[in-house]
């Protein structure tokens, strides 16, 4: 499948076009996650999190721009609202 094909198969909720799609950018999404934390427990947490914002939000991406780009965008503001939750409590 190329990639147009898996992000309009995800647009539809398409289980095997999201797991395609997360296997394909998750060592981009933990490499950018690898740069704020260490900590293993936080790495999986933002990593779901961000993956959850991008299948939510996939369906308002218009292929305007890289969807690589896109990814990455979604993901930093998902971690950057864990930390800013994380620290409301501290």
Same mark, same amino acid.
């Given at each position: 499948?190329? =990639?147009?094909?898996?992000?309009?198969?995800? /647009?539809?909720?398409?289980?095997?076009?999201? =797991?395609?799609?997360?296997?394909?950018?998750?060592?981009?999404? /933990?490499?950018?996650?690898?740069?704020?934390?260490?900590? +293993?427990?936080?790495l999986?947490?933002?990593? !779901? !999190?961000?993956?959850?914002?991008?299948?939510?939000?996939i369906?308002?991406?218009?292929?305007?721009?890289?969807? +690589?780009?896109?990814?990455?965008?979604?993901?930093?503001?998902?971690?950057?609202?864990?930390?800013?939750? =994380? !620290?409301?409590?501290l």
């Amino acid at each position: 499948m190329t =990639e147009k094909e898996i992000i309009l198969a995800c /647009k539809q909720n398409d289980r095997r076009a999201q =797991e395609a799609l997360y296997r394909q950018y998750f060592p981009l999404v /933990k490499s950018i996650c690898l740069r704020y934390t260490q900590d +293993e427990d936080r790495l999986v947490t933002i990593i !779901n !999190n961000g993956f959850l914002k991008v299948f939510k939000g996939i369906k308002d991406y218009t292929f305007s721009g890289s969807f +690589e780009g896109w990814v990455r965008r979604v993901v930093f503001n998902a971690m950057c609202d864990f930390f800013r939750k =994380e !620290n409301k409590y501290l």
